[in-house]
């Protein structure tokens, strides 16, 4: 399976009883990125709030330093291609009418880990 259909298929399907609870650990840490980054902006909104959505679209989309190192391996751990999550990212905040199905969903996986 490629890495992009690998990713997808997350998002997709979920996170199983049959991933390692490790692997389940670092895929959580992707999502909250993901929902980080794409958390929609308001009249008002507190500089911490945008301190941390810009943090975390930097740490999705470093392509060198610190930033990306640790982004790589938090994917290697999740068992993710980091530019298969990179490449994911980049289409999503090009295409802005998926960011709420892809934050929905997002949520959906995280309350299933987690309930």
């Given at each position: ?35 980080d ?19 975390a ?6 392509g060198?330093g610190?930033?990306?190192t640790?982004r790589d ?15 994911f ?6 295409e ?5 199905f892809?934050r ?12």
């Open positions: 399976m490629r890495q992009n259909e690998l990713f997808n298929s997350v998002l997709n399907e979920g996170v199983h009883e049959s991933h390692n609870p490790e692997r389940v650990l670092w895929l959580c840490v992707i999502l909250q990125q993901l929902l980054a794409t958390k929609p902006e308001y009249d008002g909104e507190n500089s911490y709030n945008v301190l941390m959505r810009d943090r679209k930097s740490w999705l989309l470093s060198y610190v930033t990306a640790d391996d938090v994917c290697y751990m999740a068992g993710i291609e980091p530019e298969a999550l990179r490449s990212t980049k289409k999503l905040f090009n802005n009418n998926q960011i709420e892809v929905k969903r997002i949520n959906a996986i995280l309350h299933e880990t987690i309930g």
